[in-house]
């Protein structure tokens, strides 16, 4: 896992199931090949974390 703040062109999404609020869950961008960044929705000019895609799929899958 790296960390990173230069993602300004990446589209950034939520899951469907976050709150309304926008400050409840992560944001993760789409795009970047063998890399998944992922972010803090209520910070989202600060740091974002770089996880293999292996790693942010066994987490995703973890939580099913």
Avoid at 1 to 17: C, F, V
Avoid at 48 to 63: E, R, S, T
């Amino acid at each position: 896992m790296e960390t990173s703040r230069n993602h300004a062109g990446a589209q950034w999404r939520k899951s469907s199931y976050s709150g309304t609020n926008g400050g409840e869950c992560v944001e993760v961008a789409d795009g970047i090949p063998t890399t998944v960044p992922v972010r803090d929705s209520k910070n989202p000019a600060g740091p974002v974390l770089l996880l293999g895609a292996d790693a942010w799929q066994a987490f995703v899958d973890g939580l099913r």
